[in-house]
């Protein structure tokens, strides 16, 4: 047994979501600064400058109140903004516009679904609408600021500490990336940082009554680096308290190229930030006629995507692939929601998902061009043993290609010359011609000696004098009856 097995860990996520709006959040500052020179997405307002006042970005709130929906809580009807004093070299005016005392988004939980099929409850604290800090970018004696991120609209959401394993971690930042891409709240764009996570952990001795002093590992862009940082930290915690040490409060980064957490500045309680009122915001105040009109534009999400696929007894790897791309999930829900949980909706599934995401086109799914009407016909071409399964899979990708835009399935197969022979009379003929090779004497006699797995060579020949198209399985069973 590992000392390791002595402790528990817990841990609460913090995630910053970047919202999809166009302008920011307190002033008309154009929201998309990638690729942009350095502070040139930059307003009076961002700037701080004497005499300027924020206006309120609406589309910020509706879409945070279509993250509440995702995150099964509750809308604020009365919400205020606070201000958050901190230094940030990056923030002009000296402190945060953040959300403390009366967030918009309450109370909540999110169901994150674990490869051994079972599912962590994840309780929501809850969630606030705050400005975005600048970036700094930090040399040998000096740091440069840029603050086109300055006053990016983002809902921090806050969990309980319901998480006890790094798997759990980060199935629960996949899920919450879902469920904000899928509900329309985020890009999703984790590269550029449009949600970024906060996890705080502590250990303790199984059975103790306390949790420990928690490390927050601060500002994680990946689902790997969550679960990463997760497992180290625990064994470092681990680690100093088997040895006698303390665990410091401190918030910690995390270093990718080196897979180790190190230490940044000690955590500051809420007290430290001296919260107070912003007197130049009024509260958002929303009636519950207004949060349903908003909350009934967010579309279907992977929790119930899921429960519609149930009946299809799908690998768990195989749904995560689909629910990866949301206009792949919706063709595919349409195909379920056609033909029922059969064969011919499985076997589109297994495709999707056996697939580099670079071997084909989302855009072309999304568009329609490859939709629930083409992916069933060539399914069901296999079902009728009009196509192998090998034949299929290459009408498949061929579906995504310019050559082939809109053809029909079949179209395709016979211009590729994939149709299989379904004849039971041409390929009898080529049966003989098989049986009869003097080659094919060794796994004759090892068939009817009770070898079964011979009957694969035989097989393999009739494809080959039949240029692949026989159907295999008519060809399995004339050879049967013959012998």
Partial sequence: MSVYDEYDMTIGIECHVQLATKTKLFSPADNDARDAEPNA???????????????????????????????????????????KHYFYPDLPKGYQISQMYQPIILAGHIDAPLEDDSVVK????????????GK??????????????????????????????????????TELYRLMTYAGVTHGNLYHGNMRFDVNISVAKKGATELGKRAEVKNLNSFRSVERAAEYEFKRQVDLLESGEKVVQETRGWNDDKQITTSQRSKEDAQDYRYMPDADIPPIVLSDEEITDIQASVPTLPGEYRKR??????????????????????????????????DVAKRVFNWFSSVQADDIDIAAVAS?????QRLTELSEMVSSNKLSSTGAKDIFLALFDEIYKGMA???????????QVSDESAIATIVDEVLNDPASAASIADIKAGKDKAIGYLVGQIMKKSQGKANPSLAQKLIRERL
């Fill in 41 to 83: 997405k930059v307003h009076e307002i961002d700037w701080g400058l004497p005499g300027v006042l924020p206006v309120l970005n609406e589309e910020a709130v509706c879409l945070a109140v279509r993250a509440g929906k995702a995150l099964n809580a509750a809308i604020a009807p009365i919400s205020r903004f606070d201000r």
């Fill in 368 to 372: 329609g061009l490859v939709g629930p």
């Fill in 136 to 173: 700094l970018t930090h040399f040998s004696d000096y740091s440069l600021v840029d603050l086109n991120r300055a006053g990016t609209p983002l809902i921090e959401i806050v969990s309980e500490p319901d998480i006890h394993s790094a798997a759990e971690a980060r199935a629960y930042a």
């Fill in 409 to 419: 399935p079949e179209d395709i197969a016979k211009e590729k010359n994939l149709l």
């Fill in 122 to 133: 994840v309780r929501i604290h809850h969630a606030h609408l705050e400005e975005d800090a």
């Fill in 309 to 342: 696929w149930k009946d299809l007894n799908l690998d768990f790897s195989v749904v995560n692939t689909i629910l990866e791309h949301q206009p792949v999930a919706i063709t595919l829900d349409s195909v379920v929601q056609d033909q029922g949980a059969n």
